[in-house]
């Protein structure tokens, strides 16, 4: 008999090797090759040519029917996931450790049970008594959700299978989760992997809508092979500071809606709040012009929120190389603004330290933050603050122009909204808004000269 091939697995990115090493060679982390049982290799001489069913193909003209929803309830979770929990889909939810997603689920679960609805709950992490204790510390004592703690993926089948299906099944979480059918522990790739097609299966074949918990790393990402992101219909990322009060649920993947929208919530003493003006949470409220502040109008999908930006500029006398430190914003970007504003613009920056910060907590991606991101340089360096009533938004090119950005008219709507009487915006921004003063501006000089009174 042919002795059997040895395979060894990187639990990190899936990537196969026929011997151990300390390093995997792909993704370049340390000790994480794990030896694995080696799958059934299918001879090469069947013939799959003939033998199977076969397939009904349709057009794409093909009337097809929306998927059914149903509402959670929770309208950020609902937005976030694009309406709703499609029946018979399959949901990933990541995040850090003790940020929410076990909250959340629960305040869902009992939701959607409370409506008339049957849910199932399995926990794999924690006793079916702590689970109960947590929902009585959030108020949903009474709701009729089914729990249980359990994690092998056989007795959870078995004890589905044996009633009506449920609407909503919950998985805490799927690296906890084993199959008897495969070797290795719970969390490795391998267990990963088939956990989730036999959960997924059932799923589908029942019409369940199963949402999977899953673990990430330190750097944030989902832990296991991409593989798993690839086999769910929806993959949502749970994100925040424990240290802040807020949380954004961010929809990364989902075959059943847009990937644009975020929910926004609030931990409080009786779980996670909905936030229904996330701007309230980014902006500080100052009674006197501050150098250095400046308001910039951010879109997440379809919602604009209104976040502070703050920098200090801090002048050296030693000769010492400066610092550049950022918080909520790309470091790059930063560097590149510093540029356009020494090299178009007269400001000199060589010899300060640079510290940005997105106030509250908040991550900014929007290259549309270019031109708040300036005038609050601007300010900090020449000490000469920006009016309160003013928010700000444009992309900077290298030249100095400032280029115009997506959704204009929905960022000052809700700036006027907000009680903000002036924008400072790219010149191609046309038309105003109801109630709030538009000045726009072709390159960052001219602002430069404005703010710094410069003729």
């Known amino acids: 008999m042919a002795k059997a091939k040895r395979k060894f697995v990187c639990q990190q990115c899936g990537t196969v090797s026929s011997r151990w090493q300390g390093q995997c060679d792909d993704c370049g982390e340390w000790n994480s ?8 290799v299918f001879s090469a001489r069947h013939d799959l040519h003939s033998g199977g069913r076969a397939l009904r193909l349709v057009g794409l003209d093909d009337k097809v029917e ?66 109960r204790l947590r929902a009585q510390r959030l108020g949903l004592g009474n709701a009729p959700v089914q729990l249980a703690s359990a994690t ?44 989730s097609q036999e959960l997924i299966r059932f799923a589908k074949q029942r019409g369940t809508a199963l949402i999977l918990v899953g673990h990430v790393t330190k750097d944030g990402s989902i832990a296991g092979p991409r593989v798993l992101e690839h086999m769910v219909d929806t993959v949502l990322s749970f994100e925040g500071e424990r240290s802040h009060q807020y949380r954004i649920l961010r929809a990364i993947k989902n075959r059943f809606g847009g990937t644009d929208e975020i929910g926004v919530f609030a931990m409080v003493a009786e779980g996670l709040e909905e936030v229904a003006n996330p701007s309230a949470l980014f902006l500080t409220h100052r009674d006197e012009n501050v150098t250095g502040a400046t308001v910039f109008p951010a879109l997440e999908g379809t919602r604009p929120v209104l976040v502070e930006i703050q920098a200090l500029v801090v002048r050296l006398s030693s000769g010492a190389t400066p610092r550049r430190a950022v918080v909520g914003w790309d470091s790059g970007r930063l560097a590149m603004v510093l540029a356009v504003l020494e090299a178009r613009c007269g400001l000199s920056f060589s010899t300060c330290e640079v510290y940005l910060n997105v106030a509250g907590g908040y991550r900014l991606s929007d290259p549309a933050a270019d031109l708040a991101v300036a005038a609050a340089l601007m300010s900090a360096l020449s000490e000469r603050p920006v009016p309160a009533d003013v928010v700000l938004f444009g992309e900077i090119a290298l030249s100095g122009e ?10 000052l709507r809700e700036s006027a909204k907000l009680g903000f009487n002036r924008a400072f915006v790219p010149a191609a921004v046309a038309d105003g808004v109801k109630g709030i003063s538009v000045s726009g501006y072709r390159a960052l000089a001219q602002l430069v000269d404005q703010m710094l009174g410069r003729g």
Request: net charge negative; proline share 6%; no cysteine.
């Open 33 to 40: 090759i794990v030896e694995e049982a080696a799958e059934t």
């Open 66 to 131: 929306l998927p059914p929803r149903t509402t959670t309830g929770i309208a950020e979770f609902d937005r976030a996931l694009g309406g709703g929990i499609v029946s018979g889909s399959a949901t990933l939810i990541g995040g850090d450790p003790g940020i929410g997603k076990s909250t959340l689920l629960l305040q869902a679960a009992a939701r959607i049970a409370t409506a008339g609805h049957r849910v199932a709950y399995i926990s794999g992490e924690e006793a079916a008594d702590q689970v």
């Open 152 to 195: 092998s993926v056989r007795d959870i089948l078995t004890t589905l299978g044996e009633e009506a299906p449920p609407a909503l099944l919950i998985i805490d979480s799927i690296q906890t989760m084993h199959s008897d059918l495969i070797e290795g522990a719970p969390g490795t790739v391998s267990q990963v992997r088939a956990s």
């Open 402 to 411: 400032i280029r115009p950005v997506a959704h204009a008219p929905l960022r």
